[in-house]
């Protein structure tokens, strides 16, 4: 199976001290994988490593093979919006926007003209459950159908990689559960390859793998 992430001796250091420090990482396309680890340890920092949010400070990371370590600003964003798909714990959605439009939102930064971007959009937002909600504004939904939003602007794109940052944080137990069969599933079905960070170790079991950062190390936990 080819990786569709992989780092080599990645380091990240912020005011001089290390964040992350000569981390290995290869992940085959396809597997799900949970990321562990105290508060601090750089869990999150990991993450935006592999998104192409932050750079590092030595080593090499790779997506599909390419390597992006320099890689401009603007092939960066090329890839992000090809390749990855972002799902955040404060959702990020624009509050005056409906759903729907928050959804087409990747697709208007390919060039995709709004009412043929707003039809794939109207098709995500179906296929995680919320289709009805689409004319509503972000502002009024509930936490867990904002996340359900969110997710479905993530995968719009059809992205090979979808990297959740506390996906299930803000939200209830219950709410939380749904959310993370709901990511489960779309692994199952589109075979999107999934890096979640979370707190909760019962989640994280439910993954195919699971990593754990500490002190600025990464190990399979």
């Given at each position: ?85 972002f799902v955040f714990q ?44 689409g004319p509503q504004r ?28 506390e996906p299930t944080g ?52």
């Amino acid at each position: 199976m080819s990786a569709i992430v992989s780092l080599t001796e990645v380091s990240r250091f912020h005011a001089g001290l290390p964040v992350l420090k000569d981390v290995n990482l290869v992940v085959p396309s396809g597997q799900t994988c949970a990321i562990v680890g105290p508060s601090g340890s750089g869990k999150s920092t990991l993450l935006n490593l592999i998104g192409l949010l932050d750079r590092p400070c030595s080593g090499r990371v790779q997506l599909v093979g390419n390597d992006m370590t320099g890689a401009s600003a603007d092939q960066c964003a090329v890839v992000r919006n090809r390749l990855i798909g972002f799902v955040f714990q404060s959702f990020n959605l624009l509050p005056r926007l409906s759903a729907l439009d928050n959804v087409a939102l990747p697709l208007s930064y390919r060039g995709l003209r709004l009412p043929a971007a707003r039809v794939l959009a109207q098709n995500q937002l179906e296929a995680v459950g919320i289709g009805e909600l689409g004319p509503q504004r972000s502002a009024e939904l509930s936490g867990g159908q904002r996340q359900r939003v969110a997710i479905a602007r993530a995968l719009v794109t059809e992205p090979r990689l979808l990297v959740a940052d506390e996906p299930t944080g803000s939200l209830d137990t219950q709410t939380g559960k749904e959310v993370l069969r709901l990511l489960l599933r779309l692994n199952q079905e589109l075979g999107t390859t999934l890096l979640m960070v979370t707190h909760d170790l019962g989640m994280a079991q439910q993954l195919q793998r699971c990593l754990r950062v500490e002190q600025g190390r990464l190990t399979d936990a």
